[in-house]
């Protein structure tokens, strides 16, 4: 059964550093979407992407965040300048389309990022 | 951000006890999901109902779209110890168009 895969598992960074979260989202999905989940906390939605542009973003989603779609498979999440306060669980997620059953989301294992 | 409150916070149950809790908010859903979720892995998509009063099972598993379109509710029947984790629901406004809100979560422990 096809899934989302997210690279790395585990990311150790210092304050201030850029980091890159990889995401492959299932292969004939359309919309794609970041979420974190600080430790102990609900899972807060950051960005949606879809035909290669942003469709929606949260007001945690600020200047140090970006995302891009760089080739026809991967999905990366950008943080240019860490802060502590980044250090979360990072899930990516995808859906096929925008009608009935096509909204259900699938998640990946996650990337915790660990900002020191 | 919409908030959505999920009831109980924590559930402490016998194996084979049945299970509810719900998800309520101030706001009117179009659509909404509940995920499952274990320990250091991503939510697992157990349910998903697009319409008022609609109900759908997945085996043990029972949810409800509320008929206010503000809430819904989760079931699961003859509880197992590989149910513990925790469930979230998540749902979509009817005004907007991708983004899903994500509810507190209830804590579920199964005691064998």
């Known amino acids: 059964e096809p899934e989302v895969t997210q690279t790395p598992s585990h990311q150790v960074t210092q304050m201030g550093q850029e980091v890159i979260l990889r995401c492959v989202p299932i292969?004939?999905?359309?919309?794609f979407y970041w979420y974190r989940q600080i430790l102990g906390q609900k899972v807060e939605f950051l960005v949606s992407f879809y035909n290669n542009e942003i469709s929606e973003k949260s007001e945690i989603f600020d200047d140090q965040f970006s995302v891009e779609r760089p080739d026809g498979s991967n999905f990366t999440l950008k943080i240019r300048s860490t802060k502590l306060e980044d250090s979360a669980m990072y899930f990516c997620a995808s859906r096929v389309s925008g009608q009935g059953a096509d909204y259900e989301q699938y998640f990946g294992p996650g990337t915790r990022l660990t900002v020191t | 951000g919409q908030q959505l409150n999920q009831s109980p916070q924590s559930m402490f149950i016998q194996e084979g006890e049945d299970v509810s809790m719900n998800c309520t908010s101030s706001s009117i859903f179009n659509t909404w999901l509940w995920y499952k979720q274990d320990p250091g892995e991503g939510p697992v998509l157990l349910i998903a109902l697009y319409k008022a009063g609609e109900l759908t099972s997945n085996g043990r598993l029972t949810a409800q779209f509320g008929i206010t379109r503000k809430d819904s509710f989760l079931n699961i029947s003859a509880s197992i110890p590989s149910d513990v984790g925790i469930y979230f629901c998540?749902?979509?406004?009817?005004?907007?168009?991708?983004?899903?809100?994500f509810g507190t979560g209830t804590s579920l422990t199964v005691i064998p």
């Open positions: 998540a749902g979509q406004l009817r005004e907007t168009g991708n983004q899903f809100y």
């Open positions: 292969s004939n999905h359309l919309y």
